[in-house]
C-alpha cells in the first residue's frame, strides 16, 4: 500500500486538488493547503527529508521580487480609472452615430470600442460594465434581438483578455518564463481577428435575420451638418489622408512589418488627422464636417494612450512595467482634461487596484506551494511522460490540451489556470519543440472562453449585474421594456464561444499570425563579429573548441 502510495502520489495530490476546488474551497487556499499537506505525507514516506520544505520562505519571496507582474496593478488601475473617466461613454456614442442607419451598426460600434477599450484598459470587467450600462439600452430601445445584443456586449468586453495589454498575457509570459513584450506583439495580430471574426457574425445575423440588428433611425443622428447630410466624405478623405502619409513616412524608416509597424503607422496617421481637427477649429477652415471633427477630437485620447503603452513596448523604449506605469498616468491625465478626476474616483480605482493584486498574489503563492511539493513528487515528470505520450505528436499534444483548458475554463478562473496548469504544460511543449509564446497566445484565446462559458462565466455576471432585471421605462421612448432574462445571456453567449474556437484552431493553423513577432528581434552573426574583431589590433581569436572526441580528464 505505502509503495504504491508512493508510486501515484503526484497523480493523488492532483486529484485532490481538483477534490478541493470542487468543493468551493478558495484557490490560492486550496493550492498552499494541498501542498503542505502532501508535503509532510512524503516526509512521512521518506521522499524528501524534512528540510524540504525550508525552500518555500525563498519562494514566496521570488513572487514578491517579481518585477514582470508590477504591471499588473498599474495596467488595473489604468483601466479603471479609464472607465470611470466616461471614455468608453463618449466612443459609444460616436462611434454608434458614425455607424448611423447601417444594418448592425451599434454591433459593430460595440466591436470597435471594446476592441479600442482592450487596448487602453485591458481589465474584461470594466470594458463589459462600461458597455452594459451605456450600449445595452440604446440596442434594446431600437429593437436588437437580446441575445445578440448581450452576446455582443459580453463578448467584446472579453478582447480585452487577448489584445495588448491584456493581464493575462502577462502572467502567462510569466509562467512560461517569455518576455511580455513578445508575448503582446505575437498576441496582436489574433486580436485583431478576433475583433473582425466577431463583426463577421454580425454581418451575417443582418443578412439572415435583418430585424434581429436594425441600423439606428434617422431621427437618432445627431451629428448632421446644416443641409442635413452627415458629412461622411469629409471623414473619409482625411482618414485616407493621414492613412497614406503615415504608411509612407513608415516606408523610409526600418520598421517595415510586424505589430510594432502596424502601432507606429496608426499613430503616425492620428497625430497628422488631429493636427488637421486642430488647425480647422483654430482657423475656422470648415474643411471637416461637425461628424469628422467629433471622431477625430474622441478618438485621438484612446489611440494616443495605445500609442504610449504599446508602442513604447514594442519599439524597446520601455518594459511592460514602465509602459504600464505611463499608461496609468496618461490615464489620470486624460481624466483630469475631462474634468472628471476626484479623489473619490481615484480611492475607488486604488482600492480595486489593491483588490485584485492581492488576489493575483495569494494565488500565486499558493501556486508556488502546490508546485514545489508537486515537483518534489516528480509529478511534473509524470505530466510531461503522459503528454509525450500521446498519440499524434504535436497535434495530437495540441488538441489534447485545448480540450482540457477548455472543459477547465467551465469552472476556474484565468489566473487560476495559468498559475496551475501552465507550468506543468511548458516542459512537454518544449520537448516537443513548439514554440512558447505561439503555445501562451493559443492558450490565451482558449482561455478566454472562461469569461463566455455558461454558467460561471465572469462577463455574463458582469453583463448580469447591470442588464436591467424587472421591466423599466425607456428615458426616451417613454415605453415600458420587459427585462434581460439570464437565460437570454447565456443563449447569447454560445455563438461567441463558439467563435472563439474557431480563433483558437486558426491560430493552429496559421502560425504566422503569431511568429512574425520574431522578425522584430535583432540577429546577430557570430561569424560577423568574429571577422570585425579580427581586424582590431591587439586581439587574437582562440581557436575553435572541437567536441569530436571526449576530453581526456587527468
Known amino acids: 500500500m505505502t509503495q504504491m502510495l508512493i508510486h501515484y502520489m503526484a497523480p493523488i495530490m492532483f486529484g485532490s486538488l481538483v477534490v478541493f476546488l470542487l468543493l468551493g474551497y478558495p484557490v490560492a487556499f486550496s493550492l498552499a493547503a494541498n501542498g503542505l499537506l502532501f508535503g509532510l505525507i512524503g516526509i512521512e514516506l521518506g521522499l524528501f527529508r524534512p528540510d524540504f520544505l525550508g525552500a518555500l520562505p525563498e519562494r514566496v519571496y521570488g513572487v514578491m521580487n517579481n518585477d514582470t507582474l508590477l504591471a499588473i496593478p498599474f495596467f488595473t488601475f489604468m483601466g479603471l480609472i479609464l472607465e470611470r473617466s466616461g471614455m468608453a461613454e463618449d466612443l459609444l456614442d460616436t462611434i454608434g452615430q458614425l455607424f448611423g442607419t447601417i444594418r448592425g451598426g451599434l454591433g459593430y460600434a460595440v466591436i470597435f470600442v471594446g476592441a479600442l477599450l482592450a487596448a487602453t484598459t485591458g481589465v474584461v470587467a470594466a470594458s463589459v460594465i462600461s458597455m452594459g450600462l451605456i450600449a445595452l439600452p440604446i440596442m434594446l430601445r431600437y429593437g436588437y434581438d437580446r441575445r445578440v445584443a448581450t452576446g455582443v456586449i459580453a463578448a467584446s468586453g472579453t478582447l480585452a483578455q487577448i489584445i495588448p495589454p491584456s493581464l493575462v498575457l502577462i502572467v502567462m509570459a510569466d509562467q512560461l518564463g517569455r518576455s511580455v513584450g513578445d508575448m503582446y506583439e505575437g498576441a496582436f495580430i489574433p486580436g485583431l481577428v478576433l475583433a473582425a471574426l466577431y463583426a463577421g457574425y454580425i454581418f451575417l445575423i443582418t443578412l439572415i435575420k435583418p430585424n434581429a440588428a436594425p441600423g439606428l433611425p434617422l431621427e437618432a443622428l ?36 510586424g505589430a510594432d509597424f502596424v502601432v507606429l503607422t496608426m499613430t503616425i496617421g492620428v497625430c497628422i488627422a488631429f493636427a488637421i481637427a486642430i488647425l480647422n477649429r483654430l482657423f475656422r477652415l470648415k ?30 523604449l520601455a518594459t511592460p512595467t514602465e509602459g504600464g506605469a505611463m499608461g496609468a498616468v496618461g490615464a489620470l491625465l486624460l481624466a483630469i482634461a475631462k474634468g472628471r478626476l476626484t479623489f473619490d474616483l481615484t480611492r475607488q480605482a486604488a482600492q480595486s487596484t489593491a483588490k485584485l493584486s492581492a488576489f493575483v498574489i495569494f494565488i500565486l503563492i499558493g501556486a508556488r506551494v502546490f508546485s514545489l511539493t508537486f515537483y518534489g513528487v516528480d509529478g511534473h515528470r509524470w505530466v510531461e511522460e503522459l503528454l509525450l505520450g500521446l498519440p499524434g505528436g504535436q497535434v495530437g499534444f495540441l488538441i489534447v490540451v485545448n480540450i482540457f483548458v477548455f472543459l477547465l475554463a467551465f469552472f476556474l478562473d484565468f489566473f487560476e489556470i495559468a498559475f496551475i496548469v ?22 490565451g484565446v482558449n482561455m478566454q472562453t472562461s ?22 421605462i425607456d428615458r426616451v421612448t417613454g ?55 579580427k581586424g582590431l589590433p591587439g586581439i587574437e581569436m582562440p581557436p575553435p573548441i572541437q567536441f569530436d572526441t571526449p576530453p581526456v580528464i587527468k
Open 222 to 257: 445627431t451629428y448632421k451638418e446644416p443641409d442635413g447630410s452627415r458629412g461622411l466624405p469629409s471623414l473619409t478623405v482625411v482618414v485616407l489622408f493621414s492613412g497614406i502619409a503615415a504608411y509612407a513616412y513608415m516606408r523610409t524608416t526600418h520598421v517595415s512589418s
Open 287 to 316: 474643411l471637416l464636417s461637425v461628424m469628422a471633427e467629433q471622431v477625430i477630437f474622441v478618438m485621438v485620447p484612446p489611440l494616443a494612450l495605445v500609442f504610449l503603452v504599446l508602442g513604447t513596448i514594442f519599439i524597446g
Open 422 to 443: 501552465i507550468p506543468l504544460l511548458a516542459p512537454a511543449a518544449t520537448r516537443l519543440g513548439i514554440d512558447l509564446i505561439w503555445f501562451g497566445v493559443m492558450l
Open 451 to 472: 469569461f463566455m462559458h455558461p454558467p460561471f462565466g465572469f462577463a455574463l455576471f458582469y453583463l448580469r449585474s447591470v442588464a436591467p432585471r424587472s421591466p423599466y
Open 479 to 533: 415605453k415600458q421594456m420587459p427585462p434581460v432574462t439570464t437565460g437570454e445571456i447565456y443563449w447569447g453567449s454560445v455563438p461567441f464561444v463558439i467563435i472563439q474556437c474557431i480563433m483558437v484552431a486558426l491560430v493552429i493553423i496559421f502560425p504566422g499570425m503569431v511568429m512574425h513577432y520574431k522578425g522584430a528581434q535583432t540577429t546577430i552573426d557570430p561569424a560577423k563579429i568574429e571577422e570585425q574583431l
